[in-house]
T-cell receptor
């Protein structure tokens, strides 16, 4: 089945901790894998990964894709309460406009 | 910055009503999408449009229709609203197939 599986489902950490969110998928025929952050409303775009092994970085967030092992990780260092959100991993589908969404990891950062 | 605007944040309608959800983007994007988001089910694609007047069914089109008369506007229509259409509805747009989708803030629709 064509699924995107995220782990853990939820996570509670304290400010300053480093977290790693995992995303695994089942097919190899796709162009890109994306990460979004969803707080109370719209998912906001974080990263688009198209090449294996190349880390993308934005401030305290970074992400990498491993196309051989079929997974991606999202790292957040020195977490802050504002990082509390659901993080969505999304895979596009080659030849179509469709996205396959994971069900997300709910992160809560305590002060 | 990309701006995707949905006309209502919250909407309450009655069973059997015809409901219109509006979405406007200001970045001249080719593609526009309508999703619904439900707990435990994630985001599911209802319809999308890759050009003006062009539309394609997503994974759950039953009970919905769409309209794209102008490039910047994509409307979702619930022909005869039912209680199982109570959900969060998210609109998104993308420049093309190789660029990420950007989402509006969502419309939380309740059908009573």
């Amino acid at each position: 089945e064509d699924k995107v599986v995220q782990s853990p489902l939820s996570l509670v950490v304290h400010e300053g901790d480093t977290v790693t969110l995992n995303c695994s998928y089942e097919v190899t025929n796709f162009r890109s894998l994306l990460w979004y952050k969803q707080e109370k409303k719209a998912p906001t775009f974080l990263f688009m990964l198209t090449s294996s092994g190349i880390e993308k970085k934005s401030g305290r967030l970074s992400s990498i894709l491993d196309k051989k092992e079929l997974f991606s990780i999202l790292n957040i260092t020195a977490t802050q309460t504002g990082d509390s959100a659901v993080y969505l991993c999304v895979r596009d589908t080659s030849g179509t406009y469709k996205y396959i969404f994971g069900t997300g990891t709910r992160l809560k950062v305590l002060a | 910055d990309v701006k995707v605007t949905q006309s209502s944040r919250y909407l309450v309608k009655r069973t059997g009503e015809k409901v219109f959800l509006e979405c406007v983007q200001d970045m001249d994007h080719e593609n526009m999408f309508w999703y619904r988001q439900d707990p435990g089910l994630g985001l599911r694609l209802i319809y999308f449009s890759y050009d003006v007047k062009m539309k394609e069914k997503g994974d759950i089109p039953e009970g919905y229709s769409v309209s794209r008369e102008k490039k910047e506007r994509f409307s979702l229509i619930l022909e005869s609203a039912s209680t199982n259409q109570t959900s969060m509805y998210l609109c998104a747009s993308s420049l093309n197939r190789d660029q990420p989708q950007h989402f509006g803030d969502g419309t939380r629709l309740s059908i009573l």
